[in-house]
Nanobody, 121 residues
Framework: QVQLVESGGGLVQAGGSLRLSCAAS????????MGWYRQAPGKQRELVTI???????DYTDSVKGRFTISRDNAKNTMYLQMNSLKPEDTAIYYC???????????????WGQGTQVTVSS
């Protein structure tokens, strides 16, 4: 089983920065892609950014130039650096791995529990 734990959320003023972390544990055989999603109150969960196993990244238009996804393979940790935060970035942020394990060859989505990011104006 794969466990993902996010941290780093909090309250920040508009224009500020936060760095989210996503620590992975458990046995992972292969990662197809990983990423960050967010869900604002009353809205559906949306993709913020992903990085593929080949290192290709993609960002939703609203965060391009402000957010950066990265990973530290040695620490099994993924990060989301968020700069120039805006009130509309307020949401619960979830990390996601699309991967398989030694006991289940099928690729599945694994999710963290989420971390709250609140940006005040």
């Amino acid at each position: 089983q794969v466990q993902l734990v996010e941290s780093g959320g909090g309250l920040v003023q508009a224009g500020g920065s936060l760095r989210l972390s996503c620590a992975a544990s458990g046995s992972i055989s292969s990662i197809n892609r990983m990423g960050w999603y967010r869900q604002a109150p009353g809205k559906q969960r949306e993709l913020v950014t992903i990085v593929t196993n080949g290192g290709i990244t993609d960002y939703t238009d609203s965060v391009k130039g402000r957010f950066t996804i990265s990973r530290d393979n040695a620490k099994n940790t993924m990060y989301l650096q968020m700069n120039s935060l805006k009130p509309e970035d307020t949401a619960i942020y979830y990390c996601n791995y699309y991967c398989n394990t030694p006991t289940d060859w099928r690729f599945r989505n694994y999710w963290g529990q989420g971390t709250q990011v609140t940006v005040s104006s």
